[in-house]
């Protein structure tokens, strides 16, 4: 299939590289040149303006935040130059209300908007071993299905608002900054009574909670290893807040999302917002003096 | 080994059970004499007082609060008709406080005392399977730990003072309440936005959270399945007490426990007090109008 | 002095009879007449459109939301209508953001931009009782300062800046929800002890906290009256989100009004938004089973 | 009237002199000597022993601990020497569970026990101006009431069971701790935006909020004038926890006491335990990274 490709950093390329292997026709697009010309040595073909990405039957983005995907004009006037019955693929995390607004600008241009967040860091992305929540019209969905579980381990459709998608996403988010909040609390409560952190995580992540999450990231936490950020402070305090956000539309207390979010602004004041959303867990031991 | 057992409830019965299968000689006593019964069918020796369970080298005790442990008299009384080097296992969840006091009365009488908490509910204590953490004087915890071992398919020794078996069996069951926290909040979220709990749920414990405590406690959030109660609202409120209690002693701020704690009087006033604990994921699901 | 006012809700009526009695000319125009035809009988000129009431040397505007602000258009069309030289005086509670987007669209028009937001119900606006407090560049707040004087009791200028009187008043309506949420809890503590809530809150509000806010919410709270509402939940909750915008963007953990936000959320869903914001006591009680 | 005064530090000095102004026969008794003979000087017997000043027909204790009322024995054995018909007046602020015990104590031997706990500093109480807070049997109360009113500005009485005097003085400190986290938040969040604290404090404190606690706080806050401590920190902690105890008991959600006592811990940690409990406002500004 015909197919185009822009945000190329270490998510998208790895997604990308698994579209070349499976056989696709490839144009990719990308603000720095060096990543679109790696996958142009695979095959793929470099566009020279974002425009020629979207000449195929499919486009993937996965642009970090609103401002590139508007910078780029994907939320409106590079839509004037798209091939008919193009589906966009929207791959980033973003805000419901934006989620919106690029399905109706969308609409407007009779293309088609499938929101399709994933879960899994960049070396999953390169295994082809990504969960991707998929959501969008039903004939949009159905025509990039195919596509999307050839580069994922699972594919999942939350709905045919492509914003569900995104809340799915970030409510799953929310549930990983509560796990490392968690972890945090309860590692410092056995620390300050004479308990060895690191017996205590390695029992629980092999039993009740032998699960990626919890040995990932209690590991990290253990360790107090926080670089080099798999995820940062501030990219997780932007999908808390888009979880806080979405609560408030749809009149959800969340409490804990809250707790987290203050202690993410406070991890921020600290100086960690570069630093992997784990060492909230480093600045819940800091506040025992730890 | 001679091993007597007081406290003959379903965590006790299997426990028991799995130490005759191992071949010890067993001597039991409960409160009530039906549960002591059963065993003596199995091979266990009844006693008619609870003094007899203390004639042997390791006497194991499950009771569920403190008072049941002061009312059989094993924070005193019951110790003067011990035998000589008897070393008493409990295996029960208390506070560090009476952890501390039920070391030092049986120090004084020249007993060994060994904290023995145990992570999972009895049909997990009936296959042996349950995941132990032991803590106590290094002679004491020696002496013990081959039998433990028999019933057990992991054994942690969490340090040379008892309580840190407690420290360490408390944070790990607040870490327990904060996942269904956590769940119940991103449940609640996604379903008002018109997604399918059950989508979000198995998605997220079949990937990042593919651990017992989330496939199992999410089911029962997703369902509103919250009996019987595997440990009720009631069991889990105390134990978070513990940890807040702990985190006093040890200045340790816990705010996610704190804000569990509270949601758990919110739920024993809502009359949920005897259903199962996940049901504080429908407590946040009804305070967003589900 | 020649000025105009739009939005005569009962704060805007209020102020806006002040000015008459103070002498000014004012020009009068309001989305539904009634309003503004009964200043019109107090010796106002009612304007037949928006644009009439820019014409003088200051406009006073009290618009609830920022919709209403955009639908008048003094965002920016109105303002082309405007007399050279005119200092627009925003009274209402508006955010940090809409408040530098205003003053920045006056700006550029060569217009003055005065935030002057109030401290007060409508009674205290109709006897001239207000606090206000006001931020702007110096010399427009120099020249509506008279003004200001005239229509309330004290005025404190706030910085510069014009969102700085908008954070101050958000900050203090903050406060406010706090005080609410704290006597909420302190009452239902006592109640469920059988101690006369009422007697509580006479001795306190006699003593250390006798000022009005402990005094006036602390009486609805007791008798539960929130019914008519002085301010309701939903208005009481917009402010605290301002107060958690503010903070986003400021950087500052604010876990207090975090907890009051979500308890706003709460009311919202129990039906309580149209009540005044004082129910949110009542809302806690009834979490005591109150 | 012949009454005995144990426990002489600031706050009970000057209560008992009052005692003496007022013209009672008083016996008085301190750990150390030297609070006891300034009183002597002022025309009061000094005891040799405690049990001297359970020799009237009213003994007033003000005792800072638990521990301090069981070194002394008030608990029970220096109730032995009690005269008949003696009433126990208890002005320290203890938990509900202490109280109880106490009224029990000295029910059985045949003796009036009455709390009644004082808001009012120093100060205060040396010029008469406390506010009491009294509860036990009401023949107890009637024949106490007199001398309660003449050191005081104000007597009410919460009830007849002498823990309802205490959860009443309880839940006013857990008031006035959340005074302190709100102004510690709202002055971060001013001061953060470029907005004079000390303005912000003024307007507030001399309209909606004018009253002593938030002038005096606020005004410490703002200073960060937080030693000589009128009431530290740890104090302020204690009573918060007595709030939060009783709340336990009495099922009451206080999720704005915990978040309160989660930050008295953190100032304890961060050092500020005996500073004044407006350091909480020190705290809170910290964390912005002010």
Redesign the interface.
């Known amino acids: 299939m015909k197919i185009g490709f822009i945000g190329l950093g270490h998510m998208g390329s790895g997604i990308a590289a698994n579209l070349l292997k499976s056989g696709h026709e490839l144009t990719v697009w990308n603000r720095s040149s060096a990543p679109a010309e790696a996958l142009g040595e695979k095959g793929a073909h470099v566009a020279h303006a974002p425009k020629e990405a979207l000449q195929g039957e499919i486009l993937f983005s996965m642009l970090a935040t609103d401002s590139a995907v508007r910078d780029v004009g994907l939320d409106g006037p590079l839509l004037e130059h798209a091939k008919t019955g193009l589906v966009h693929v929207n791959l980033a995390t973003i805000s419901?209300d934006f989620a919106r607004h690029l399905a109706q600008a969308h609409d407007e241009k009779g293309l088609g908007y499938v929101a399709a967040p994933v879960?899994g860091r960049s070396d999953v992305a390169a295994a082809g071993q990504l969960?991707i929540?998929a959501a969008g019209a039903s004939a949009s969905v159905a025509k990039v299905r195919p596509v999307l579980e050839q580069v994922s381990?699972?594919l999942?459709v939350?709905?045919e608002?492509p914003?569900?998608a995104n809340?799915?996403k970030?409510?799953?988010n929310?549930?990983?900054a509560?796990?490392i909040?968690?972890?945090g609390?309860?590692f410092?409560?056995?620390r300050?009574?004479?308990?060895?952190a690191q017996?205590?995580q390695?029992?629980?992540s092999?039993?009740?909670?032998?699960?990626?999450?919890?040995q990932g990231y209690g590991n990290a936490i253990v360790n107090a290893k926080f670089e080099p950020a798999g995820f940062s402070v501030k990219l997780g305090m932007k999908d808390v807040?888009l979880?806080l956000d979405?609560?408030?539309e749809?009149?959800?207390?969340?409490?804990?999302?809250?707790?987290v979010?203050?202690?993410f602004?406070?991890a921020?004041?600290?100086g960690l917002g570069d630093k992997d959303w784990a060492s909230l867990g480093g600045l819940?031991a800091s506040?025992?003096?730890l």
Chains 1, 2, 3, 4 share one sequence.
């Open positions: 419901i879960f969960t929540i381990r699972r999942a939350a709905g608002a914003e569900q809340l799915f970030i409510a799953g929310f549930m990983l509560a796990a909040e968690s972890m609390e309860a410092a409560l056995v300050k009574g004479g308990v060895d017996l205590f390695d029992v629980l092999q039993s009740l909670f032998a699960c990626p999450v919890y807040r979880a979405a609560a408030r749809l009149s959800v207390p969340l409490p804990l999302a809250s707790l979010h203050d202690h602004i406070e921020t004041v600290a819940v506040k025992a003096g």
